[in-house]
């Protein structure tokens, strides 16, 4: 099993940043996949960045510029850093990791998520 704990969530004003940790553990031989997604009330999760194994990234159309994703091996974390928030930015932002297990297996997991607000 392997957990995924986001943390950096909050409250901030339109134009500030905020930066996420995910941070993974358990039984972890690779972590191929690192995502972040994001939900809004009312709306479906959305991918927001990914980096793979061999830390490639992409984003989606509306966080380009603004967001980057990195991720750290040693400490099996991946990292969000978003500036220049907007308000549509609000969403509840989930961590997703594709797992390799040092049985050989290999799973996806979620994070519980962690809220992000931006407003005046």
């Known amino acids: 099993q392997v957990q995924l704990v986001e943390s950096g969530g909050g409250l901030v004003q339109p134009g500030g940043s905020l930066r996420l940790s995910c941070a993974a553990s358990?039984?972890?031989?690779?972590?191929?996949?690192l995502d972040w997604y994001r939900q809004a009330p009312g709306k479906e999760r959305e991918l927001v960045a990914s980096i793979d194994t061999g830390s490639s990234t992409k984003y989606a159309d509306s966080v380009k510029g603004r967001f980057t994703i990195s991720r750290d091996r040693a400490k099996n974390t991946a990292y969000l850093q978003m500036n220049s928030l907007k308000p549509d930015d609000t969403a509840v932002y989930y961590c997703n990791a594709e797992v390799r297990h040092w049985t050989g297996t290999t799973r996806v997991y979620w994070g519980q998520g962690t809220q992000v607000t931006v407003s005046s």
């Open positions: 358990g039984n972890i031989f690779r972590i191929n996949l």
